[in-house]
């Protein structure tokens, strides 16, 4: 079974920046993708960044493109989400996901804030 394990959010101001990291247990070969999700309030969870494993390829969401940065430790199965310039419309619970052979993984969610 895989436990997907969040840390890092957190209440800030609009501009600042957060890092969230994300580690996978319980497997000990390579995830297809990990990445993250978010919910924010009143909205259905909607796709942030991947990183597929094979080819380390990233994918990003439209309203985070050259705000935020997902990264990996291939060793360790984490990845990190690195997102500045931070904008109260970023305010959600932040997912973690990962797919292994076809099934797909969820962490318990990190809250992050932003403030005007």
């Known amino acids: 079974q895989v436990q997907l394990v969040e840390s890092g959010g957190g209440s800030v101001q609009a501009g600042d920046s957060l890092r969230l990291s994300c580690t996978a247990r319980?497997?000990?070969?390579?995830?297809?993708?990990m990445g993250w999700f978010r919910q924010g309030p009143g909205i259905e969870r909607e796709f942030v960044a991947a990183?597929?494993?094979?080819?380390?390829?990233?994918h990003y969401a439209d309203s985070v493109k050259g705000r935020f940065a997902i990264s990996r430790e291939h060793a360790k199965n984490s990845v990190y989400l690195q997102m500045n310039s931070l904008t109260p419309e970023d305010t959600a619970v932040y997912y973690c996901?990962?797919?292994?052979?076809?099934?797909?993984?969820w962490g318990q969610g990190t809250q992050v804030t932003v403030s005007s």
């Open positions: 996901n990962a797919v292994w052979l076809g099934r797909e993984y």
């Open positions: 319980g497997r000990s070969n390579s995830p297809y993708t």
């Open positions: 990183h597929k494993w094979s080819d380390a390829s990233t």
